[in-house]
Nanobody, 115 residues
Framework: QVQPVESGGGLVQPGGSLKLSCAASRIIFSIYAMGWYRQAPGKERELVAAITRGGSTNYGDSVKDRFTVSRDNAKNTVYLQMNSLKPEDTAVYYC?????????WGQGTQVTVSS
């Protein structure tokens, strides 16, 4: 199975923190770049953060300085640490493994930021 599996979503108050995890197969994790995307109702799916096999990162403007993406190659897992969460961060977060036009998507995990 090469489909990434996300976990860690939930309900959190504004200003709170949440950490998401995404596990992939060893082979996929060793070859593909890993990333996090999110999609809110009525909006397009957008890039949140991505990390290459070598550890280079890229962030969406809306989450820069608040979110941190990292990967543990030994565990074949990528993480998304989310701090200072805002209501506008509410969305379904998807894990993605990509190599060129080849993509594997997780089922998504819901993150809701509300008081």
């Amino acid at each position: 199975q090469v489909q990434p599996v996300e976990s860690g979503g939930g309900l959190v108050q504004p200003g709170g923190s949440l950490k998401l995890s995404c596990a992939a197969s060893r082979i996929i994790f060793s070859i593909y770049a890993m990333g996090w995307y999110r999609q809110a109702p009525g909006k397009e799916r957008e890039l949140v953060a991505a990390i290459t096999r070598g550890g280079s990162t890229n962030y969406g403007d809306s989450v820069k300085d608040r979110f941190t993406v990292s990967r543990d190659n030994a565990k074949n897992t990528v993480y998304l640490q989310m701090n200072s969460l805002k209501p506008e961060d509410t969305a379904v977060y998807y894990c993605n493994a990509a190599y060129g036009t080849y993509n594997y998507w997780g089922q998504g995990t819901q993150v809701t930021v509300s008081s």
